[in-house]
C-alpha cells in the first residue's frame, strides 16, 4: 500500500493548469513546468480540525456521562472515540515511515494521539517554505488531460515541495476515511439513539453529533474522489464545484437516512438491530474474500517489501474490515481485488451499484416498516407515517443524486463505455419489448447520449461510409445489437 500511495503522490499533483506555462515537446507531449504555484493543503487543514473538534467534544461529553452515572453511554462513547485515533496513529506512521527514522519527537505524540497535529504543522510548514528557494529536480508525472473531448498527454516536473504535501494529503485522505466510518459514523448512530432513548436533546450532545455528521459526509466525499483518482491512473481528474455539491447532497442524504433507519429500528427492536449490523458487517467484509478465493488468486506482494504472508493477510484484513464498515452506511465506490497490486478493481460495475441501491432501498423500507408496527407509545406525538415517507423519499433523492453525479459531472464520464442513460435506455426498451410483444409498432428510437461515448473513435474509411450511405439503414437490427451489447456488459459485471 505504500507502493500505492507514492503512486498517488504524482496523481495528486495532476491538478496543475495545463494553460499555465505550456510548451509542446517533440514527441507530441505538452510540457507543463510550474514550482511557483503549490496548492495549499486546506484538505489537511480540515481534517485535523475535524479530528481535534470531535476528540475534544467525545472527552467533554464523557466527563458529562461520568457526573450522571451513564456508564453505558460513557463506554460506547470512549470506544467510539479512542479506536479511530489509534488506527489514524499507525496509518500516519506507517505512510511516513517514521518507525525506521529517528524522530522520537514525532513518535511520542504520535503515542498521546496528537499524530495529526505534528502531521498539519509540518504541511504548513513545507507549504510556507515553498518557492522560497530553488528545489532540485525530482520526477517526472505524464497524465492525459480530458478538456472538450479530446485526450492530450501532459508531463510536468515535480519539485520536492511538492512531493512532501502530496504525501500530507494521501495520508490524511486515508485517515479522514477511517475517521468517518469507524468512528464518526458508530459515534453518531449511538448519540442519537441516545437522545431518542433519554427523551431530550442535550447542547453537547447536539454538537457531537454535528461535527460527526461532517466528518462522516467528508469521509464519504473523500471515499468517492479516491476510488475516482485510483481507478482513472493515467487521467488528470479534476472535480467542478457542481461535481462536489452532488456529492455531497448524494452522500449526506444516503448516510442520514441510513443512520436514521438504524437508529429508529433500534429504538423499537433493540436486539434484532445488533444482528441486522452484524449481518452486513459479515456479508461485506467476507465477499472480497470469497470472489478472491473463487478466483483461485494469490496474495498480491506489494502491500509491503518488509511483511510476511502472515503481516500481509493482517493488513487486508484490516482493509477489508473498512470497506465493510463503509458499505454498512454507503456505497464504497470500488470494489476489492485482493490479488491486485492496487486491491481495486478498475472496471465500472453497474450491476453491483444497481443491485446494493436496490437492496438498501428494500432493507431500509423493511426496518421502516418493522419500527412503524413495533414503535413504542413516545411516537405517538409524532406523525410516524410522515416520518417513514420522508425517510424513503430522503434516500430516492439521494439515489437521484448519484445517477446525476455518474451522468453529467463524473470528471471521467467520457471514458464510460456505457452511462447511466444508456442502461435505463436498456432496460426500458427491453420492457416495451416484452409488452409490445405480438403487436406491430414502429421501433423505439436509437440512442442519442454523449455522454457515454469514448473519447477516441477511430474514423471510417470514406469509400466505407459511402457505401453505408448508399444502402438504406436498418434502426431495428443496429438497437437490437446495442441492446444485446449493454445487457451483456450489465450481466458480466454482475
Known sequence: MCEVAMEEQEREISDIDPQECPSVAGNGLMLVVNHSRVRPPLSVVLA????????????????????????????????????PAVLIQLTLTFIHRDLGRDRPLVLFLHLLLLGPVIRCFEA????????????????????ISLKKGEGTPMEWEIGQSERNLATHR????????????????????????ATIQEKYILPLRLALMIITLISVVYGAVVCSVLAIQIRYDDYKVRLRPAAYLCMILWRGLE????????VLFSTALTHWVILVGLANLLFFFFLPWAEFWARKGS????????????????????FTLLYACINVFCWSAVQLDLSHRELIERKQRWGRLAIYYCGRFVENFLLITLWYYFKSDFYEYVCALLLCVQLLICYSLAVLFMLLFYQFCHPCRRLFKYNVHDCLHCVCCRIGSRGGRGRRGKPPPPSYSTAATMVLVPEEPLELLESQNSQPLDLTGQLGVRETAIVEDMMEAA
Open 255 to 262: 448516510i442520514a437516512t441510513r443512520i436514521s433507519t438504524l
Open 299 to 318: 496474495l498480491t506482494e506489494n502491500v509491503e517489501k518488509n511483511f510476511s504472508k502472515l503481516g500481509t493477510t493482517v493488513v487486508l484484513c484490516m
Open 124 to 143: 504548513l510548514v513545507v507549504y510556507f517554505k515553498a518557492g522560497k528557494k530553488e528545489e532540485p529536480y525530482v520526477t517526472i508525472s505524464r497524465k
Open 170 to 193: 494521501n495520508a490524511f485522505k486515508r485517515t479522514a476515511v477511517i475517521q468517518a466510518f469507524l468512528g464518526s459514523t458508530p459515534q453518531l448512530t449511538l448519540q442519537l439513539y
Open 48 to 83: 485535523t480540525v475535524l479530528y481535534c473538534a470531535e476528540f475534544v467534544t467525545a472527552a467533554v461529553l464523557c466527563s458529562m456521562y461520568q457526573k450522571t452515572d451513564d456508564v453505558i453511554w460513557m463506554g460506547f462513547t470512549i470506544a467510539f472515540m479512542l479506536l
